[in-house]
RNA sequence: UGGGGAGUAGCUCAACUGGCAGAGCGCCGCGCUGUUAACGCGGUGGUUGCAGGUUCGAAUCCUGCCUCCCCAGCCA
């Protein structure tokens, strides 16, 4: 029982049954006493079983309603601590695992579930192999400093995967096109609503793809999101008040800049970035207010960015690599690159950015046996479920959020 | 990690310059045959984050610690 209303002799009780909360009516004169003497112990939340008949009513809610002949309570709750009135942010949290039954958190769930099943699909439309990556392992792929580490048997440290890519890019050497599509973990000391320390990440890789060909795929996965959502989640947005018409206009093209082309815009506008640097927030907001829809920013300075990012044929100081920024100031929710698929240059990388050799011998491999141009592309799942639900933190984007201070519930 | 803010009833918050710790919600009781976070009347509810200090007197001032929130950096 979600919550109940009384005006003496009839009482109006809305239930919850997964799918929906349906409003019954219960009065008094036309049940028995039996019925109507266990409805009253009913509190918030108490499990129960009713018996009745639907008809239609402008006064109920969603239009129908449940006429009750009996009713059978089967736990009667008490004290349920989430009340109807507000609540701080650190109590909810505490209570995450009750909090997910109001309203708002149900809807967020339910079109997190409509977007990971809508990236599926599309995924396997277009004959992507869902191949997925280990979550132990030894491979660095992003920083070393935010690893968690753990012991590993006689085999010393492992560590968490915070990305599959390197496996993902293995996989796509074998199958032309894969995707992996799991929990990635970072130890960055970063408490902001942009951040978890346990996300999902969406990792398609593409054999003979360039940097272009998976911007266009990026953008045709995030359009066909938006939509598939609009389409089968409408009213799970609008229980959340979210602005429809804004997500109407997530259609291709997505506007484009090069980051040369950014930064001028960004000083332009009074922004203090010198090339070379990466967008702050503040950045990252002054460039997407210029635009309704999502934007990419292409071609970053090398230094800013990973070891296997394929570096610019004309320009060495600049890598063949993307981002995409969420319109309304939700910042980047993916990044991708076209790799690097020469093996001495590779090395070379590695070595400059003095990640430890020893750890990507199978990863070079890729680069010795038949090695082909590839691209690929890694999407934050909670970040795209934060945007397209119009929450302000990551935290109600996935159902138990691990963030630095936080590990229960 | 740095900067800012906060911690008082189960929850959300008040309490002026140091002077009787309060309200709404919840919960309990009564009333009400169409409620929409129902409403009306009555009741219940406190180690003021922790430890120490100043004072006739501390939620309020001082010292130390803890916790949470917001912003920044880093990133998806």
Redesign the pocket.
């Known amino acids: 029982m979600y919550?109940?209303?009384?005006?003496?002799?009839?009482s109006?009780l809305?239930v919850r049954d997964g799918s929906g909360i349906a409003?019954c009516?219960l009065?008094?004169?036309?049940v028995d006493s039996d019925t109507w003497s266990a409805h009253q112990r009913l509190?918030?939340e108490s499990s129960l079983m009713v018996c009745g008949k639907v008809?239609e009513?402008a006064?109920?809610?969603g239009g129908y309603?449940l006429?009750l002949t009996r009713v059978e309570p089967v736990q009667i709750a008490e004290?349920?601590?989430?009340?109807?009135?507000?609540?701080?942010?650190?109590?909810?949290?505490n209570n995450r695992h009750l909090w997910l039954r109001s309203s708002r958190q149900w809807h967020v769930m339910r079109i997190r579930d409509e977007i990971i099943f809508g990236i599926r699909e599309f995924f396997r439309e277009r004959r992507f192999v869902c191949l997925d990556s280990p979550i132990l392992t030894r491979a660095i792929g992003?920083?070393a400093g935010?690893l968690f580490e753990t012991e590993y048997f006689e085999l010393g440290k492992a560590s968490l995967a915070q990305?599959g890519q390197l496996y993902v890019e293995a996989g796509a050497m074998a199958h032309g096109k894969v995707y992996c599509f799991g929990p990635?973990f970072?130890a960055?000391?970063?408490?902001?609503?942009?951040?978890?320390?346990e996300?999902w990440?969406l990792e398609p890789e593409m054999a003979w793809y360039d940097w272009q060909d998976n911007m266009a795929l990026q953008e045709e996965l995030v359009e066909f999101v938006a939509q598939r959502i609009l389409d089968r989640r409408r009213d799970d947005l609008s229980g959340l008040g979210r602005d429809l018409t804004a997500l109407e206009r997530v259609e291709r093209p997505f506007p484009r800049l090069s980051y040369d082309e950014a930064v001028e815009l960004l000083r332009g506008k009074g922004s203090r970035i010198e090339w070379g640097?990466?967008?702050?927030?503040?950045?990252?907001?002054l460039l997407t207010a210029e635009f309704d829809r999502p934007l990419f920013v292409h071609s970053f300075p090398k230094a800013?960015?990973?070891f296997y990012m394929k570096e610019h044929p004309e320009r060495p100081e600049v890598v063949l690599c993307d981002?995409?920024f969420a319109p309304e100031g939700y910042?980047?929710?993916?990044?991708g690159s076209q790799r690097e698929d020469d093996l001495e240059r590779l090395i070379a990388r590695i070595r400059e950015q003095g990640l430890p050799e020893e750890a990507y011998d199978w990863y070079l491999d890729l680069r010795k046996y038949g090695s082909v141009p590839h691209s690929g592309f890694?999407?934050?799942?909670?970040?795209t479920v934060a945007w397209l639900c119009g929450l302000?933190?990551?935290?109600e984007a996935i159902p138990f959020p691990r963030?630095?201070?936080?590990i229960t519930p």
């Not at 640097?277 to 907001?285: I, K, M, R």
């Not at 910042?331 to 990044?335: M, S």
């Open positions: 919550n109940q209303r009384s005006s003496g002799r009839i109006f809305l409003q009516v009065v008094e004169k036309d509190t918030q008809r009513d006064r109920a809610p309603e006429a004290d349920y601590p989430i009340g109807p009135k507000e609540h701080g942010i650190d109590f909810l949290l992003e920083e935010t990305t990635t970072r960055e000391k970063s408490k902001t609503r942009r951040h978890l320390t996300f990440m640097e990466d967008f702050g927030g503040e950045d990252q907001t800013a960015k990973a981002d995409l910042g980047e929710i993916i990044g890694g999407l934050g799942l909670e970040r302000d933190h990551l935290r963030l630095m201070n936080r």
